[in-house]
């Protein structure tokens, strides 16, 4: 069968690693392992390897020979190949079951092995790779590829698989999680799915599993990871629609008996009903809910508070540690902000913090807007009625008056007259330009005198 130029122009594994990681192209250093070939290899020389390998965006297609991947690859024990053109599992597995094959299976032989030429198999890497830990396969064409059961055994060192866009089956992923032993975190981002589909045989190993920008809507889909992944610590469903934690106390807690963190991110959901069952899984520290429509009309400051106050057991929230001082003031403004409800219309929150600080007496309120003020300012004959803002400075009131009044450029200065001290204490100079104009005291028709400068001749200045 004659090969395409499409299919000729395929890399393979062992020639991507060889041009990579060649004397030539990546140096000698703290971490890397010589490789010399073994007799017959096309690699010439040695390789340069070190134990974490990152061949993504390669063009990589084949394995090759898989004699020199196991030469090469013994102590490797990270392997990223993103953003290649992986789209085979292994077709090879129904050459290796076929020992006496009938002419039946001799025709099916032959197309498989025909796509096997062209396509890239996975496992033959995976399974020549001992003591490979980490592998990413994301951004590679697996959609509608599926796994054979018995090529998915060759994964049972692998502890951290990531599958983002790579649209693999549910079917798939549940093979990889049966044979894989130790997995403990699993990535599925960008594969579009808006359903999970159960697993007969639970993965008790899992403990990260991180699903975000997919498109879950419904709890009942999200249910399903506590089934399939009784031990899981972290789950991320974040940019998901999920539109509520819609089970009950006792479900809950048995559902996810281990889980520490959760992410909710730009999920959908928009009651305090939702927040609250949050409280039901046993174990949960973390939370992270932003961009949520239920917090769309709070305030920054009260988001975080009210959400920390619904949740007593939460040590980091949005990614920031909790402090006690943080959390007794998000509890106390919880009362405060629900004490003027109806009764039918407290939260149970409410009554249980109010039981630990009793009824709060209403914050005062505090104006906190600039003040301001009116005076007359007197410049010759003139008199003109000029509002203050009394936190700007004896500075910023010159050039105001400057302005205002078509004062000359050569200077003026200002003296404050309180209308009713005037008689025993005088007119003040307004001498220092930083100091603030509340600082004088001024009140409503008070008087500011505005004078020229005068130079005498030894220098001074003279009103």
Request: one cysteine or more; charged letters at 25%.
């Amino acid at each position: 069968m004659e090969s395409s130029s499409d299919e000729e122009e395929v890399r393979t594994f062992i020639q991507v690693l060889s041009e990579k990681y060649s004397p030539e192209n990546f140096p000698y250093g703290q971490g890397v392992v010589v490789m010399p070939s073994p007799p017959g290899s096309p690699v010439k020389d040695r390789l340069y390897l070190p134990n974490i390998l990152v061949l993504s965006d390669s063009g990589i297609g084949k394995a090759g020979e898989r004699s020199d991947i196991a030469a090469f690859c013994a102590h490797v024990v990270e392997l990223d190949l993103s953003h290649n053109q992986l789209n085979d599992w292994a077709e090879v597995g129904v050459r290796l079951r076929l020992k006496n094959p009938t002419e039946r299976q001799k025709s099916f032989f032959s197309f498989f092995f025909c796509k096997m030429l062209v396509g890239f198999q996975i496992c033959d890497i995976v399974s020549n790779i001992p003591n490979l830990d980490f592998l990413n396969l994301s951004m590679n064409p697996l959609s509608g590829i599926e796994l054979e059961p018995s090529m998915a055994e060759v994964f049972p060192r692998v502890r951290q698989l990531v599958l983002i866009n790579t649209h693999v089956s549910w079917e798939t992923v549940h093979k990889l999680t049966q044979n894989a032993p130790e997995l403990e975190e699993l990535f599925l981002c960008l594969n579009g799915y808006n359903t999970v589909s159960e697993s007969q045989t639970s993965c008790p190993s899992l403990r990260l599993l991180q699903i975000t920008d997919n498109q879950l809507e419904a709890w009942a889909e999200v249910r399903k990871f506590g089934q399939m992944y009784p031990s899981l610590r972290t789950l991320v469903l974040a940019n998901n629609s999920v539109d509520s934690v819609g089970d009950s106390h006792d479900a809950l807690q048995q559902l996810f008996p281990n889980l520490r963190s959760i992410n909710l991110n730009n999920s959908g959901l928009s009651r305090w009903e939702d927040i609250e069952r949050l409280n039901f899984f046993p174990k949960l520290e973390e939370v992270k809910a932003k961009g949520i429509p239920l917090l769309e009309s709070y305030t920054t400051h009260d988001r975080r508070s009210l959400l920390l106050a619904q949740l007593p057991s939460v040590k980091r929230l949005n990614g920031s540690l909790v402090t006690t001082g943080e959390r007794e003031d998000a509890e106390r403004l919880f009362i405060r902000y629900y004490q003027e409800n109806p009764q039918q219309q407290l939260p149970e929150r409410y009554h249980v913090l109010v039981s630990k600080y009793g009824e709060l007496a209403p914050l005062a309120e505090v104006d906190l807007r600039p003040r301001r003020t009116t005076v007359d300012v007197r410049w010759g004959d003139r008199v003109e009625a000029v509002a203050l803002r009394l936190e700007q400075t004896v500075g910023d009131l010159k050039k105001h008056l400057r302005a205002l009044l078509q004062l000359p450029a050569n200077g003026v200065r200002l003296f404050y007259i309180n209308r009713e001290m005037s008689s025993v204490v005088g007119p003040e100079e307004m001498r220092c330009g930083s100091r603030a104009l509340h600082s004088y005291s001024i009140r409503d028709g008070d008087e500011i005198l505005v004078v020229p400068k005068v130079k005498s001749r030894c220098g001074s200045s003279n009103v």
